[in-house]
T-cell receptor, first 115, second 118 residues
Framework: DVKVTQSSRYLVKRTGEKVFLECVQD?????MFWYRQDPGLGLRLIYF???????EKGDIPEGYSVSREKKERFSLILESASTNQTSMYLC??????????????FGQGTRLTVV | AQTVTQSQPEMSVQEAETVTLSCTYD???????LFWYKQPPSRQMILVIR??????QNATENRFSVNFQKAAKSFSLKISDSQLGDAAMYFC???????????????FGKGTHLIIQP
């Protein structure tokens, strides 16, 4: 079974702190994604990576950065946490796109509260 | 850019009954992929069913089936014989036919909260 593991299920941080959310996948997937999930807004793509050290902005990258130094690990960084970044964060991974490889696998989410 | 719309924030169904969740999308592409994901209270997103736009036949997975209307850009999910374990948020999602860049990511609807009444 594919496994995508997020380092924390719940996290409470103070405004202005630098926050790291970690995600690890064990299936040698090329693609990794960070989504933000808010009630009534669904999931929105923050950043994604298609290879080591490669990254591209998604729909809502402001206030976030990412790091992918190893293929299996993708980190989301909040440089200076703000209360409007209180949310659920979901990591996902997938193989490079082919007609038979379309599924994304998700972690269990990190519920981040910024106080 | 593609958009996905789920017009039902919440649906309720009696156990053992059938329920249909609606999804419409907007795209200029001719080939693409559509998905329904389930997110139970555990928060683990689980793929329920997948449909390739070039296939005319509607996808089916056990009690779950879709009604894919390409011309109408509609992709509804039917759950037959609803069970208590089906209670969850359901998300409709779109993926481009093109690979690389943002096309490998999914575009999600806002979700439908499905309640199963015992």
């Amino acid at each position: 079974d594919v496994k995508v593991t997020q380092s924390s299920r719940y996290l409470v941080k103070r405004t202005g702190e630098k926050v790291f959310l970690e995600c690890v996948q064990d299936m040698d997937h090329e693609n990794m994604f960070w989504y933000r999930q808010d009630p009534g807004l669904g999931l929105r793509l923050i950043y994604f990576s298609y290879d080591v050290k490669m990254k591209e902005k998604g729909d809502i990258p402001e206030g976030y950065s990412v790091s992918r130094e190893k293929k299996e690990r993708f980190s989301l960084i909040l440089e200076s946490a703000s209360t409007n970044q209180t949310s659920m964060y979901l990591c996902a991974s997938s193989l490079s796109f082919t007609a038979s490889n379309t599924e994304a696998f998700f972690g269990q989410g990190t519920r981040l509260t910024v106080v | 850019a593609q958009t996905v719309t789920q017009s039902q924030p919440e649906m309720s169904v009696q156990e053992a009954e059938t329920v249909t969740l609606s999804c419409t999308y907007d795209t200029s592409e001719s080939d693409y992929y559509l998905f329904w994901y389930k997110q139970p209270p555990s928060r683990q997103m689980i793929l329920v069913i997948r449909q390739e736009a070039y296939k005319q036949q509607n996808a089916t997975e056990n009690r779950f089936s879709v009604n894919f209307q390409k011309a109408a850009k509609s992709f509804s999910l039917k759950i037959s014989d609803s069970q208590l374990g089906d209670a969850a948020m359901y998300f409709c999602a779109y993926r481009s036919q093109y690979s690389g860049g943002g096309a490998d990511g999914l575009t999600f609807g806002k979700g439908t909260h499905l309640i199963i009444q015992p």
